[in-house]
């Protein structure tokens, strides 16, 4: 018999039934709902009669739409923001279900908050109406982005109907070189195979270089698997996953652990699993990655030059980078490196963990931001915040002319109402450089922390590896 992988083992696991035209009636463990649309899930829910099937399972936070200046209120940035804010709280209460509101010391980023409360365990099947809800399959978890109607089901029923994807596995070999993370290993894979690369599959990361990441860069890695067009990514739990969550609120606890951790330990894919597509990378050879374009897949090297469409294999490939380049007035044969720039952003589920603000703080402890760079940090939770700032590091970031604001989603995009100014270069730890996603005409740039710190110093693109 062929072994299995971990994602058909969960799939197993959590398959209630089969239904028509090859769909599948799948449990789910935890619901998790933001203000943007959640309030509005769970206030159609209640117009069609409907009740939360299990309120103890669900959980809410205010992320998306709330400002994070200091000494922020229920008004926000976004005109409307406030009526979102209210219906989610009014909702929620209604509901039973745990909201992490202002204020409160657990409110953050969701895909930030549900890993550091212990609320996604391993084995579990996690969905939010974010499509980055893949962040947390980091803990061996199953986790997807719905749409709203999806939640509303999820939160009547306890159950989805999913067409099974295909499965993928992306094996990372080698050792990282310094100054480079997770953020590069996600944009290098999808730099070479594409941001259609992943097909719609579940990937398993997998390899010593996957392992040999911290919990908080393995959730950075499968952040970004929706920016390869899988369904979710997934990476087995281990040792560094049960140390990371033992004692989290949510958690088991007592005995309860120990039948847990038991279970857990063998949530990995069987030696002969088969996969629908396999593909590997070695990373000893990476260098910090940076974005050029507007896709994901437009990134190179940081000391590398802006490509030539003329090298694409394709007309259609050769227009979309033609279009691209000049949306971000780059030419091709450019180097990137000392490109001057208007702003920095440190922030966003991708990179805004303890561990990507310590590694910026190690860039920028004894110097300053460039004049003329407005450069701005949210850490992605109050949790981290606190954290931040018990170690000093908050003092790090205003030492050298950083913005230090509170948690929220921010400026990953503008729908909390605030925004770069009109066609400024970022340089951004954010997910997405889509046009006009974080301000009118704005050209992002994706990086890493340490790279984003590098550059706000320099007040252009710059290599980190310089200054570690």
């Given amino acids: 018999m062929t072994g299995l992988s971990l994602f ?195 990937v398993e990361f997998d390899g010593e270089a996957v392992r040999a990441l911290g919990m908080e860069a393995r959730m950075t890695l499968c952040n970004m698997a929706v920016e390869f067009s899988a369904f979710t990514g997934v990476i087995a739990p281990d040792e560094a996953t049960l140390a990371y969550l033992q004692g989290r609120p949510f958690a088991p606890k007592g005995d309860d652990w120990e039948r847990a951790c038991a279970t857990w330990r063998g949530l990995r894919s069987d030696a002969d699993a088969v996969f629908d597509a396999q593909t590997r990378m070695e990373v000893s050879t990476l260098h910090p990655m940076l974005t050029w374009g507007t896709s994901p897949q437009h990134a190179v090297g940081v000391d590398a030059r802006v490509p030539d469409p003329a090298d694409a294999a394709d007309r259609a490939t050769q227009e979309a980078m033609h279009k691209a380049l000049a949306y971000m007035d780059l030419q091709p044969g450019q180097a990137l490196a000392g490109t001057p720039i208007d702003a920095a952003f440190i922030g966003s589920c991708t990179n805004s963990r303890l561990s990507d603000l310590r590694a910026a703080a190690a860039v920028l402890r004894g110097r300053r931001v460039a004049e003329g760079v407005k450069a701005i940090c949210v850490p992605g939770s109050t949790q981290v915040k606190l954290a931040a700032e018990a170690e000093g590091l908050h003092q790090v970031f205003l030492d050298a002319g ?61 290599d980190p590896r310089a200054l570690l």
């Fill in 8 to 202: 058909e083992k969960l799939w197993r696991q959590h398959r209630v039934a089969e239904l028509d035209e090859g769909d599948s009636l799948i449990h789910i463990d935890r619901v998790f709902l933001h203000e943007r649309t959640g309030g509005v899930a769970l206030q159609a829910l209640a117009e069609a009669g409907h009740t939360v099937r299990n309120p103890q399972l669900a959980f809410a936070t205010l992320d998306h739409i709330v400002d994070t200046v200091p000494g922020r209120s229920d008004n926000t940035l976004m005109p409307g923001g406030e009526a979102f804010i209210r219906i989610t709280r009014e909702q929620t209460a209604k509901s039973g279900i745990q909201l992490f509101d202002l204020g409160d010391p657990r409110q953050g980023i969701v895909h930030v908050v549900s890993p550091e409360q212990g609320i996604v365990l391993p084995g579990a099947t996690v969905v939010c109406p974010d499509s980055h809800t893949c962040t947390q399959g980091a803990l061996g978890a199953l986790a997807w982005g719905i749409g709203s109607s999806e939640a509303e089901h999820a939160l009547a029923t306890q159950t989805l109907r999913v067409v099974k994807p295909k499965s993928m596995r992306v094996t990372f070999d080698g050792t990282l070189p310094p100054g480079v993370g997770a953020k590069d290993m996600i944009l290098a894979l999808i730099a070479r195979d594409s941001a259609s690369g992943a097909r719609g599959a579940v």
């Fill in 402 to 462: 950083f913005e230090w604001r509170e948690s929220g989603c921010s400026m990953c995009f503008y729908a909390g109402g605030e925004s770069f100014g009109l066609r400024q270069r970022v340089v951004s730890t954010t997910n997405r450089n889509f046009e006009s996603r974080q301000g009118p005409q704005t050209r992002t740039h994706l990086a890493s922390p340490v790279t984003v710190a590098a550059s706000a110093i320099a007040g252009c693109i710059a």
